[in-house]
């Protein structure tokens, strides 16, 4: 796990070292262990390096061929890298170090750009060959590792975190206000855009070629070499066939996560995913170190006085027997922790994220590696409640209204284009339903049973809930030099969960079909009754290793009580962050609109929660990049 940083300059003209060597500093907390440079000609690569495997100077990078033909910054973890070792062996293959960084180096010398669809792991490299002038970038199948692009003029830039072209003399720091309004539409990003001008977010799954030789004209378009593939079985098949299938792979996908060379712990929340993750990894690790982080539930009221997951977790920890850490979060938690966490998160995404550095900060004191539950929900069917308000459609374009809708969460219907009204005309020009119908690359000709589009909202919540779900934590673990771990997203494991039938992970389609939208009187409490089923085959699969409260418990976020914050403890926070006169916001949102739906909040009429927190994110995120001039934030880095 490090940052990789780099660029190449398409005119031919040379590259710098010094240059690289700063916006690799800017990527300092992801690599604290170690750091390194090179440049020839016109590309120059940076690394920082976060010791995990080989942890001796052999396996530092950047890393170079022996013949000095081929050399990759690389950033991330390759599961399966002993097997692709043993096979390049047989091929007469020599190895220098002990090192997955080796293997993949190696690996694109024999195989090129096949090797991708070799890799089991969380990954984000560039190779470039010095004979061909050929830059060769690729992200892992998930998008678990981050990393981004920039073309300014004749320059392509790119990083495992955006904040490292602010060291870049060509780069200047301008805000893309289609990407603010895609933001404040999903809360979320479902193109390729950030809020940052120019910078792109290097698709997963995909891999690119430049031919540096070829100068303007040798950008490639990034292709894709991997896609999720829902689909429904022809047959449903034997329920114990799918759960011994699904043992043998979670084992195995654990196991092959727990290979390092430093200390392994994992985050425990009390639920199903991470619960099922420690258990298996127990048995492995002895004396493994567990991790929760609660919440001070005081001021608390309504459905967030179930929040703190502390006592499930502890009772989980006693089942398992792990070595237990908590930290509770109070009132006012949030405030502190800001600006660090807009530095290092860069661009808001999915929900509240704040409690998720914390438990990053707690697990940091004690490993290096931490496993989490993340992908677990999104494969087996983890958000039912979401799946059922679109399984009954006429068609696909039907469909995607229906779901479009839902997903548009921050804004009430109507609202945005006013919310957003000092932007002009950019709200108009962009397309909102078009970006989201967008997310299918492609889709069934004929679409007609509820099990159909079941698979495509897991398709879709795949490609944008969980990539910004993995966004955030990697970005907030290795904020604190912690590499965090997704059993879940084994490529084994998921190429089975994509093909169990969606009746093994969801119980209600039948009744929910039925059910009469149009009935008269309240249907709240009858539609979430109905509705409180999902992942049914890791359910049952887990009942093995972990005790029945926790696998028939119903699904919980990892949120903190702010709803009850906001117009409580935090509300001077609030006011003066994204309701005071001099809020930069103000220059891209509508005064009075924020005023009233936050007012709406503060009173009790409404539970705006997720759209104060995307306003105080923002709000932050001015502050911390657009008010400065990138010198400025560079600086600012050392002391965040």
Known sequence: MCGIA????????????????????LLRHRG???????????????????????????????????????????????????ELRTELETLGVAFRTRSDTEVLLKGYVQWGEDLVARLNGMFAFAVWDNHTKRLFLARDRYGVKPLYTCRVGNTLLFASEIKAFLAHPAY???????????????????????????????????????DGADGVDGMRDPVQYWDYQFVQPDSAGDREEYLEE?????????????????EVGSYLSGGMDSGSITAIASRDLENLKTFTVGFDLHSASGLELVFDERERAEFMSYHIGTEHYEMVLKAGDMERCMQRLTWHLEEPRVGQSYPNFYAAKLSSR??????????????????????????????????????????????????????????G?????????GIFAGVFTSHADKLTTPQDYVNHSLYFEAKTFLHGLLTVEDKLSMAHGLESRVPFLDNDLVDFAMKVPVEMKLGNLGEVVAHNENEPGPKTRKYFQKTRDGKLL??????????DEITQSVKQGFSAPDASWFKGESIDYVRKRIMGKDAGIFEFVDRATVHSLVEDHLQGRENRRLLIWSLLAVEEWIETFLNQRSSDVAMAAGKI
């Open 6 to 25: 780099g660029y190449l300059n398409l005119d031919g003209a040379p590259a710098s070292e010094t240059v690289v060597n700063a916006m690799a500093d």
């Open 32 to 82: 604290p262990d170690d750091a390194g440079a090179f440049a020839s000609g016109a590309v120059a690569f940076g690394h920082r390096r976060l010791s995990i495997i080989d942890l001796s100077a052999a396996a530092r990078q950047p890393m170079t061929t022996e013949d000095d033909r081929y050399v990759v910054t690389y950033n991330g973890e390759i599961y399966n890298f002993r």
């Open 172 to 210: 200047s720091v301008g805000i893309d206000t289609t990407g603010l309004v895609e933001y404040f539409a999903f809360q979320n990003f479902f193109t390729d855009r950030t809020l940052f001008n120019n910078v792109r977010t290097f698709p997963a799954g995909h891999f690119q070629i430049i």
């Open 246 to 262: 699904f043992d043998r792979l979670f084992v195995q996908a654990v196991g092959r996560q727990l290979v390092s060379d430093v």
């Open 366 to 423: 004690f490993c290096k590696v931490v496993l989490a539950g993340a992908g677990g929900d999104e494969l087996f069917g983890g958000y039912p409640w979401r799946y059922y308000r679109a399984v009954v459609n006429d068609d696909f374009p039907h469909y995607v209204g229906k779901y479009y809708s839902y997903w548009k969460r921050l804004l009430p219907e109507g609202v945005l284009e006013k919310f957003l009204s000092p932007l």
């Open 425 to 433: 005309g950019t709200v108009d020009a962009v397309d909102l339903r």
């Open 538 to 547: 890791l359910r049952d699969a887990m009942r093995r290793y972990i005790p």
